[in-house]
């Protein structure tokens, strides 16, 4: 997706340009090439670019990956999934993080809005460039951060963005939500389950 990546860099390079750049003639080009950025994805994406530039318009300042945490929770061999209401497939319980609070507690928090289960974060697995594991490509170039969760309270309950939560073995893991984890990166989890000392993945 060599063009998703050339369209990102044109994006980045328009929207720093906008926030540093003081000449009017230079934030009229810059403007010009967040279009040809939008028009690229526009064209392959086969959505209009009415649609894209205002999401291209909509980041402001200077360009950074966006930020995608995940928890890790197991309890007796098996490890918390919920299914996702919008593709119907399962995940690892987390989401965006939010401005104001801490990687670690959008994590705890995420687990108790997408399950009903309490847990406490005691350890970083996983600092991932979505885009060097299997993922589909995105718009935005994304970091996943993949924490360790204890149980510590709760019960299964669905939300507004899960329709479902279950617990599952190695070797019973239902069809994953891909844009949200992989396969190989549940597998690595359960190895980081059987061997604490591991240290965390990155890259």
């Not at 993080?97 to 697995?125: N, P, W």
């Not at 993949?146 to 069809?175: C, H, K, N, Q, Y």
């Not at 990166?185 to 890259?203: I, K, M, N, T, W």
Request: with cysteine; net charge negative.
């Amino acid at each position: 997706m060599q063009w998703l990546v050339w369209a990102r860099e044109l994006q980045s390079i328009a929207q720093a340009g906008a926030t540093y750049s003081r000449d009017p003639y230079d934030r009229e080009r810059f403007a010009q090439v967040q279009r040809v950025a939008a028009q690229m994805i526009a064209h392959h994406t086969e959505q209009p670019v009415e649609r894209v530039l205002p999401m291209l318009q909509a980041e402001t300042g200077y360009a950074t990956p966006k930020l995608d945490v995940r928890t890790a929770v197991f309890q007796g061999g098996r490890l918390l999934l919920v299914q996702e209401r919008s593709d119907g497939l399962w995940s690892l319980p987390g989401g965006w993080c939010d401005i104001g609070e801490s990687a670690s507690a959008v994590a705890a928090r995420e687990v108790l809005e997408e399950s009903g289960y309490e847990v406490r974060i005691t350890k970083l697995l996983a600092l991932l460039d979505r885009a060097k594991h299997g993922h589909p490509p995105a718009m935005w170039h994304v970091y996943k951060v993949v924490f360790l969760g204890e149980l510590t309270g709760g019960e299964a309950r669905p939300s507004l963005e899960t329709a479902d939560v279950g617990w599952f073995g190695r070797d019973a893991i239902p069809p994953l939500s891909l844009p949200r984890n992989t396969p190989a990166q549940v597998a690595r989890l359960f190895e980081h389950r059987a061997h604490p000392g591991l240290e965390a993945d990155f890259d």
